[in-house]
């Protein structure tokens, strides 16, 4: 089945510093990612949709300037939290979905950022 | 947009017995719709799904059923066991892969 790696699993960070996360789709072409981050006891909440070689289009609510988003390519997304806050500390987690195919989202295994 | 609601928003449940969670859409377009089950700090992992021309589908313990007509679809989990505690997200989408997730229901499994 279509396998997506996410990395880190976890990262500690000092308030003011930025983080990188990367989501790779290992034996497809995901054509679309979408990045969400998720409380302790609560939803998925969709933050981005990023299709490969445009802009990401950000869910109301959401900085675009904090939260970078790159798709560089068919099988790599990648998101930046800048400047990052005790605030920004939640499970971040991409999923990727295929051209012909677009219900189906295959998971990351999420990122947990901690912020001090 | 879609306004999805999921419930119950918790569920405890002696091991053996059953388990429903129902999820309400309100967006007509959608055709596609899945369960999700995760546990704590993993990755959402899809457990069964239907389309909108079928009315249940059922693998082993777990089923789900669709009434499009009254914009509803529920999981079913019979004889349950402790490994089905988890968060159990409904994620009704239309076919342009355009989705939400709903608020999530925390299944117990006592033993």
């Known amino acids: 089945g279509a396998v997506v790696s996410q990395h880190p699993s976890w990262v500690i960070c000092k308030s003011g510093t930025s983080v990188k996360i990367e989501c790779r789709s290992l034996?497809?072409?995901?054509?679309?990612m979408f990045w969400y981050r998720q409380f302790p006891k609560q939803s998925l909440m969709l933050m981005a949709t990023?299709?490969?070689?445009?802009?990401?289009?950000?869910e109301q609510g959401v900085e675009k300037d904090k939260f970078l988003i790159n798709h560089a390519s068919l099988t790599l997304s990648t998101l930046t939290v800048t400047s990052a806050h005790p605030e920004d500390s939640s499970f971040y987690i991409c999923?990727?979905?295929?051209?012909?195919?677009?219900?189906?989202?295959?998971f990351g295994s999420g990122t947990q950022l901690s912020v001090l | 947009g879609e306004n999805v609601e999921q419930h119950p928003s918790t569920l405890s449940v002696q091991e053996g017995d059953s388990a429903v969670i129902k999820c309400t859409y309100s967006?007509?377009?959608?055709?596609?719709f899945p369960w999700y089950k995760q546990e704590l700090g993993k990755r959402p992992q899809l457990i069964i799904d239907?389309?909108?021309?079928?009315g249940e589908k059922k693998d082993q313990r777990i089923a789900v059923t669709l009434n499009k007509t009254a914009k509803h679809f529920s999981l079913h989990i019979t004889e349950t066991q402790p490994e089905d505690s988890a968060v159990y997200f409904c994620?009704?989408?239309?076919?342009?892969?355009?989705?939400?997730f709903g608020a999530g229901t925390q299944v117990v499994v006592t033993p």
């Open positions: 999923s990727a979905s295929l051209r012909f195919f677009p219900e189906k989202l295959f």
């Open positions: 967006d007509s377009a959608s055709n596609y």
């Open positions: 990023s299709n490969e070689g445009s802009k990401a289009t950000y």
């Open positions: 239907i389309r909108s021309n079928v």
């Open positions: 994620a009704p989408t239309d076919s342009w892969g355009k989705f939400q």
């Open positions: 034996d497809f072409q995901a054509t679309t």
